[in-house]
């Protein structure tokens, strides 16, 4: 049984938000991790760039493959998470906390509005 | 015990479709491991020891002397190996695992059904059975873009020649008039899977590719045509 917390929204393409203030925290949901196996490789996008949801800006590569991974919101990245490139495992052991990969600074906060809910997310991946 | 891994060169580099390339690493001398038509390898770079990606065999366990991994231009590994991977280029490999396995049973019809490079595993079924001239029937469904996309036609329609117990079917879901394609041309249904699968009780069904594939292979089998769990593997991508 994936994990899915119940203080974050979360994307259909599986990615999770975390929201403080007008900053979004970003990464992979417990059942994206589960589903793409042994992370081996984690590519994000640099600080400063403008982002439009649903726009591909990370890479994710796990022993079996390799996949983009869209933001759910728009706007400008400012922050990265340093040691999950550097140690990709991070995103399967610790996908809600030391496995986040950027921080946004949100342009459109009512885009927050289409994502899922929790519970929504636990009835997509049959939960 | 674990398995010993392995330093093994590229002996062949073949690019079998413009983004996809098969590579033979040769087994060192006196190596003669026991393994499974169907597992998978997972090999790595000498200078990157991190970065590990798994392919399922191509080649099958009566090929001896060499693995075979067929590579689409994905990601960093499948790109290194595509564009730049060559003869003489050396890669560590760590041995085959895997629960993907043909169930090679007289009476038994396995039906493979795979997306895009996710044939590759049917390559090494396919060859194992025709080799031993088994009475396994084995159906393979490949569902493809183009034409042009299809990865060992050539050799799947000379096993066909010489198993009649081996089907190899295509259907393109996005051929362009200029293809000239006059088979199927329609994604996988459930109507198709029944024609093909007439006899359920003694089939075992085969799912390998895509994520969105595997998945829709495995709610056809077990909803739709109502068949146990236990008579369908999946090989998933993530």
């Not at chain 1, 991070?90 to 809910?117: Q, R």
Request: charged share 25%; proline share 7%; aromatic share 10%.
């Amino acid at each position: 049984m994936s994990n899915i917390l119940s203080d974050l929204k979360y994307a259909k393409s599986h990615e999770w938000v975390r929201v403080s203030g007008d900053i979004a925290t970003l990464g992979i949901t417990d059942h994206a991790q589960a589903e793409l196996t042994d992370i081996v490789f984690v590519e994000l996008p640099a600080v400063g760039r403008q982002v439009k949801a649903g726009e591909a800006c990370a890479v994710v590569e796990s022993v079996k493959t390799a996949s983009d991974i869209y933001s759910p919101v728009s706007g400008e990245i400012v922050a990265l998470n340093q040691p999950v490139t550097d140690n990709p495992a991070l995103v399967n052991t610790e996908p809600y906390a030391g496995g986040w990969f950027f921080k946004i600074k949100l342009s459109h906060p009512a885009e927050l509005n289409a994502l899922l809910s929790p519970e929504d997310y636990k009835k997509q991946i049959g939960g | 015990m674990p398995k010993e891994i392995l330093e093994m060169p590229i002996e062949t580099a073949t690019m079998e479709l413009p983004d996809t390339k098969t590579i033979r690493l040769k087994w060192p001398d006196g190596h003669n491991p026991d393994f499974k038509t169907g597992q998978f390898i997972t090999v790595y770079w000498p200078d990157t020891p991190a970065y590990k990606r798994a392919y399922s065999l191509s080649s099958c366990a009566l090929d001896r002397g060499f693995y075979e991994v067929t590579v689409k231009r994905d990601g960093k590994m499948g790109t290194r190996i595509v564009d730049w991977a060559k003869a003489g280029d050396k890669l560590f490999v760590i041995p085959p695992v895997g629960k993907f396995l043909p169930v090679y049973e007289p009476d038994k019809h396995l039906v493979c059904i795979a997306g895009g490079s996710g044939v590759t595993p049917f390559r090494g079924f396919a060859r194992e059975a025709t080799r031993r001239k088994l009475e396994t029937k084995i159906t393979v469904l490949y569902s493809i873009r183009t034409p042009a996309d299809i990865i060992f036609h050539n050799e799947f329609r000379e096993l066909e020649k010489e198993n009649p117990n081996f089907k190899f079917h295509v259907t393109c879901t996005r051929a362009l008039p200029e293809h000239n394609w006059t088979g199927r041309a329609a994604r996988i249904t459930s109507d198709w899977v029944k024609e093909i699968a007439t006899d359920l009780p003694n089939t075992v069904f085969y799912a390998c590719g895509p994520n969105a594939l595997v998945e829709f292979a495995e709610h056809l089998v077990i909803h739709e045509l109502g068949v146990a769990k236990e008579q369908m593997k999946t090989e998933k991508w993530g």
